[in-house]
């Protein structure tokens, strides 16, 4: 006999989910289980024809109201709470005519959804289960006898373990009283984190994260290390919620990557035209506008042809024939878009290793959100980095302003920077990347590095000067010294856009105006660490 054996002999369900439910009673039943119901889910359960007690019937109690009060009785929590094999407890039942619940099957109201469909404040608040989490509490607290289900998900396992074992065992009735705990848990983060939102407090004296197991992964940014994927309930389109038409599961990286890629792309309206970014290690290699995708692809790639090896693909528009057949001579791990077009799917089919994912919209890049990030003892938060530019338009602070043409390459380099790790200096020319500098120590580093690729790019070409002559540069934070921007006019630049705001700003934009260059300070910063 399994450990911990425990028949099932009585079970109360109580479910908001009905998914599942008929056919997971109906088993129960057909197994000589008494099943205790209340409103909705016993009316779904006569009409499938099954015998079903009120639970107005067990306690002797009407449900009272609109329903707020009805299993909050000890008729229902004596059943639940009650220890087998306890002499006292026994006495305690029969003294007050209780009969113990084995099993109960309790799925809560629907408050995150309601919340989700942008339900008014009242609505929001009768949809907090208050009976619903206290039974949930009390079968999970007394799992060594008691069987607690609060997902459907589960109905067959269970089934499958009483038709083998005559019962549930001490094993399954932990794991459930686990899960059980973590969806109430999850449940009240949500009320709290909805209450305050309906104050906006930003940072409240307690924060609680939740999250949906959405997978195991095969390990984590390393062989040796665990990985799963959760979700965190965020209406928001991405390389977690996309659907996968092909290839193998997404790892650690893939998805790091992924959203790196489609965040980036999602800067660009596709009302404005096509933006493809190519992303290796959460950075981006190259990313180009284009008349179409397949332009796009080909200006992005050609920044950073080497890097873009095995690297991340994301569009800003559904995926055409044409752009699957611009990317058949590159590896790549992954595809992301928004839709991905049916002609296009037959050609990404020939390439077995390649993942393709299709998200339903792009995200927006200026909507609020928190972010969370670990650190050793404790988690920081903070508001995600929302829309690139300020309302308040760049400022001229050089004797020369930018000319419409400099200006646009400005302004997508800015867009760019936003998303390549700090310090980041970007090079760009006909609305696409010609030079990246990523994660380097110092910001003069990361020019100088930029412009060594783009001279690589020339040289493999052959082309006579390097594409950053002529190109317009964005700096993600202020230039503490005139040195990182001198370092850009050599490699070729004419035009400069950054924060400003460093002590040193006046030697800057004097080293500016000596080089004949225009310069923008936008008042905001985009570090990426």
């Known amino acids: ?163 083998a074992e005559g019962g549930t065992t001490l094993a399954t009735r932990q794991r459930l009283a686990g899960a059980a705990f973590a969806r109430v848990a999850a449940y009240d983060a949500a009320i709290a984190g909805w209450f305050q939102g309906q104050q906006s407090l930003f940072a409240p004296e307690r924060l609680t994260p939740s999250g949906r197991h959405a997978a195991d992964l095969r390990y984590g940014e390393n062989p040796h290390q665990r990985a799963a994927l959760y979700l965190s309930g965020e209406e928001r389109p991405g390389a977690a919620t996309a659907e996968t038409l092909q290839g193998k599961a997404l790892s650690y990286n893939n998805i790091l990557d992924a959203d790196a890629a489609f965040e980036l792309v999602a800067e660009f309206d596709p009302a404005d035209g096509a933006a493809c970014a190519i992303i290796k290690h959460a950075n981006p290699c190259g990313v180009a506008l284009g008349a179409d995708l397949a332009s796009a692809y080909r200006a992005a790639l050609r920044c950073d042809p080497t890097s873009a090896f095995g690297g991340i693909v994301a569009f800003n528009q559904p995926v055409d024939a044409v752009a699957a057949e611009a990317m058949a001579e590159v590896f790549t791990e992954v595809v992301i878009a928004p839709q991905i077009a049916p002609a296009a799917r037959d050609l ?135 040195d990182g921007l001198l370092a850009a006019v050599e490699a070729g630049a004419t035009a400069v856009i950054q924060p400003g705001g460093s002590v040193r700003d006046e030697e800057v934009i004097a080293a500016a105006d000596q080089a004949g260059i225009a310069m923008l300070f936008t008042g905001r910063r985009h570090f990426r660490h």
């Open 1 to 163: 006999m399994s450990e911990g054996l425990v028949g099932v002999r009585r079970a109360l369900l109580s479910a908001s989910d009905k998914s599942g439910l008929v056919e997971f009673a109906q088993a129960l039943a057909a197994a000589g289980v008494e099943l205790i119901s209340t409103g909705g889910t016993a009316a779904a359960l006569r009409e499938a024809g099954l015998a079903v007690r009120d639970v107005a019937e067990v306690t002797g109690f009407p449900e009272i109201l609109d329903g707020r009060v009805k299993t909050l009785h000890p008729a229902i929590h004596g059943g639940l709470l009650a220890k087998g094999g306890v002499a006292a407890h026994d006495e305690a039942l029969a003294a007050h005519a209780i009969a113990p619940i084995d099993l109960a099957v309790i799925t809560l109201y629907p408050f995150e959804e309601t919340v989700a469909r942008g339900a008014s404040p009242d609505a929001c608040v009768e949809q907090i289960d208050i009976g619903g989490p206290a039974m949930i509490r009390a079968a999970a607290k007394n799992h060594g006898r008691v069987t607690v289900i609060t997902a459907p998900d589960v109905y067959g396992e269970v089934l499958a373990e009483i038709e």
């Open 348 to 482: 990404f089919a020939r390439r077995s290793n390649l993942r393709l994912l299709e998200t339903g919209a792009l995200p927006d890049p200026s909507a609020n959100a928190a972010v969370f990030r670990q650190v050793a003892g404790g988690f920081l938060m903070q508001e995600r980095d929302g829309a690139a530019l300020p309302e308040e338009p760049p400022r001229v602070v050089t004797q020369r302003a930018p000319t419409d043409a400099e200006t646009t390459d400005l302004l997508f380099a800015w867009r760019v920077a936003k998303h390549v790790k700090s310090n980041a200096i970007v090079y760009a020319k006909d609305g696409a990347t010609v030079g990246i500098g990523a994660g380097q120590m110092s910001r003069v580093d990361s020019a100088h590095l930029a412009a060594k690729k783009a001279r690589e790019i020339a040289a493999a070409e052959g082309l006579a000067e390097p594409p950053t002559v002529g190109s317009a540069v964005a700096s993600d934070a202020f230039f503490p010294f005139a």
